[in-house]
């Protein structure tokens, strides 16, 4: 069966709903919880969905009520980590804060719900390190604030291209777009 490859993030620069940008060209972002869905009405029970667009649109529906409670959350920017193999992506970790922690939760448990395959399940609930990774010359510093107005459900993949992401559903705090 195929999958889609979805990501929930909370963008920390501005984005549009739809955008699309490169994988090398991410805006700043905290990733929420990524995971990979079967398109089929077995793996999608809770959504009844089969076609690509369907399953996104279910997914992100279930998703409205978590997203819109975390909304506003003020965030501060912690200390300089690295992550990955041999700690070579730099980045920086995201202060312990409830709101954003209940989110993940939350996602998590959206996709728990539909079935989804959660890739990196040793980084998810308890193991969660909310950060923002460094890309090229842009970053944030420790101490900055930062607020929770921008989540997005993305497509890691749009149309099978793995070269670029797809904004599906953007949820902006009021005020913000």
Same mark, same amino acid.
């Given at each position: 069966m195929p999958m889609r490859n979805l990501i929930f993030v909370a963008f920390v620069e501005p984005v549009a709903d739809g955008q699309v940008f490169r994988r090398t060209d991410?805006?700043?972002h905290i990733t $929420? !919880?990524?995971? +990979?869905v079967r398109l089929d009405a077995g793996a999608a029970a809770t959504t009844n969905a089969q076609d /690509?667009?369907?399953?996104?649109? %279910? @997914?992100?529906? $279930?998703? +409205?009520?978590? @997203?819109?409670a975390a909304l506003g959350a003020a965030l501060t920017v912690g200390e300089d980590a690295?992550?990955?193999?041999?700690? %070579?992506?730099p980045v920086n970790l995201i202060k /312990?804060? /409830?709101? $954003?922690?209940?989110? =993940? !939760?939350?996602l998590v448990s959206v996709v728990d719900g539909v079935r989804g395959r959660i890739l990196t399940p040793a980084h998810t609930l308890a193991g969660y390190r909310p950060h923002v990774s460094h890309h090229g010359g842009? *970053?944030? =510093? /420790?101490g900055d604030a930062v607020v929770l107005d921008r989540v997005a459900l993305v497509d890691m993949a749009p149309d099978g291209d793995h @070269?670029? *992401?797809? !904004?599906?559903r953007l949820w902006c705090r009021e005020g913000e777009s």
């Open positions: 991410w805006p700043l $929420l !919880v990524r995971f +990979d /690509p667009a369907d399953v996104a649109e %279910s @997914i992100a529906g $279930l998703a +409205d009520a978590p @997203i819109a690295a992550f990955g193999r041999n700690g %070579s992506l /312990p804060q /409830p709101d $954003l922690q209940a989110l =993940h !939760v939350q842009k *970053r944030l =510093h /420790p @070269i670029i *992401r797809r !904004v599906l």
